[in-house]
Nanobody
Framework: QVQLVESGGGTVQTGGSLRLSCEAT????????MAWFRQAPGKEREFVAA????????YYTDSVKGRFTVSRDNAKNTVYLQMNSLKPEDTAVYYC????????????????WGQGTQVSVSS
């Protein structure tokens, strides 16, 4: 069973940066997609970014384009989310997910989930 562990969350001021990491307990196969979702209090979980393990193809939700970058390190079985120019509306618990569908931007397309890491952006 694949387990995902997120880290790197924290509190920053508007305009600051954070880098989230998601490490998998097992080797990630080329057919997998890795994604980041986020969920703010009282809101539904929403798609943020995804990367296809083979080839590194990526896509993002419109609200983070130009600010966030998703990347991977195959040797470390790890996916990253570099977040720059953070805004208060980015405040949420960020979740890492893995699945076998590409492209995919909905929760049910991902079978494996991390525990989440809190990102707070002050105004």
């Amino acid at each position: 069973q694949v387990q995902l562990v997120e880290s790197g969350g924290g509190t920053v001021q508007t305009g600051g940066s954070l880098r989230l990491s998601c490490e998998a307990t097992e080797r990630i196969f080329d057919s997998y997609a890795m994604a980041w979702f986020r969920q703010a209090p009282g809101k539904e979980r929403e798609f943020v970014a995804a990367i296809r393990w083979s080839g590194g193809y990526t896509y993002y939700t419109d609200s983070v384009k130009g600010r966030f970058t998703v990347s991977r390190d195959n040797a470390k079985n790890t996916v990253y989310l570099q977040m720059n120019s953070l805004k208060p509306e980015d405040t949420a618990v960020y979740y890492c997910a893995a699945g076998t569908t590409w492209p995919a931007r909905i929760v049910r397309d991902y079978a494996y989930w991390g525990q989440g890491t809190q990102v707070s952006v002050s105004s």
